[in-house]
């Protein structure tokens, strides 16, 4: 298995140029929509050039945003109650956790927080994807992953790969961090492709109390024959299972 190189500065600009409510990141060819985040991160890869839905947030109807900022690689949006449950969420998709480490590989995270008003409250939020090719499903070890066939042990990581001869053939992993509740469903979905329904906050949520959870995404070849990337998804995960834990604040 190769070792990823150490990371780069953050510095410079914002990575997400926002524009309105829609926001952009070129380098890693990501977009995304603040008015409509159950429409995902839209990237460009995907099978006969369709497209993979990454880290798509489902919000109550009429959720949203009612503030919204790009700072360093971090796009950030605050979405106000919408139903009876009176839950304030706010969303960061932050960019780029995997650059500059681990060569040809582009990764997203999804970090989201909820509070309420409410005395108490059911606070569950789902995080969507939808993606071609099989998974190969997992759960967190010691900060590493064990995989596995089956839903039997409510995964929190997932592995799509396919080296597909003569194409090129992109890997895509998915984790809940394992300091974080959830878990990993796989659902049908009419359209032909792999859905999987991330879900997160399954406890009540009482006044005064923030919870916050991470979600991973990474994206890289599945040649298997290319040394540069062989095993990258295992420290990818490894880097995301030791990352700081987000500030309270």
Known sequence: MSE???????????RWQLSGMEAVDPLSRARISLASPASGLITGEG????ELQ??????PAG???RDMWARGNDLTAVFEPADDRGLRITAMWRVGSA????????????ILSAQTSRRSTPAELTVVFRFPGPVAFGDWNRGHVDWQQSLANQPTCLRVRRDTSGTTATSLVVAIHPD??????????????TQIRCRLFAS??????LLRSRVLVALGSAEAADPTVSGWDEAVLQQFAASAPILSS
Not at 47 to 50: F, H, I, L, P, V
Request: net charge negative.
């Open 180 to 193: 974080d509740a959830g878990v990993l469903q796989e659902i049908p979905d009419s359209s032909g492709l």
């Open 204 to 209: 009540d949520l009482e006044k005064g109390v």
């Open 99 to 110: 650059e500059g480490r681990c060569p040809g590989v582009r990764s997203w995270q999804l």
């Open 54 to 59: 990454l880290l798509a947030l489902e919000l």
């Open 63 to 65: 959720c949203e945003p």
């Open 47 to 50: 099978d006969a050039g369709g």
């Open 4 to 14: 990823c190189s150490a990371p780069t500065a953050n510095g410079g600009p914002p």
